[in-house]
């Protein structure tokens, strides 16, 4: 079973594209951008989101980082 990641977007997602993103690491108090690995995830299900919006992505069986359900912004995680 794939493992799911935490990202933040570098990139605007538009419905059905991709954009460069930053997989977060855990800190042991949260998550952070800061040395995280670039990809690009793309968004197979029409998810959609602006620059630093955070979601949830894992490396499919297309060998792509997909997109699941929808993008928080980062004011309304904390």
Not at 14 to 34: C, H, I, P, Q, V
Not at 70 to 77: A, F, H
Request: aromatic share 8%; glycine share 16%; hydrophobic share 40%.
């Amino acid at each position: 079973m794939a493992q799911l990641q935490m990202f933040e977007l570098s990139e605007v997602l538009e419905s059905g594209k991709m954009a460069k993103a930053t997989l977060l690491r855990w800190d042991g108090n949260r998550y952070m951008a800061r040395g995280g690995k670039s990809v690009l995830v793309h968004s197979f299900a029409g998810s959609h989101g602006i620059i630093g919006d955070r979601g949830y992505c894992f490396l499919g069986d297309s060998e792509c980082w997909e997109v699941v359900g929808p993008l928080v912004g980062e004011q309304s995680i904390g």
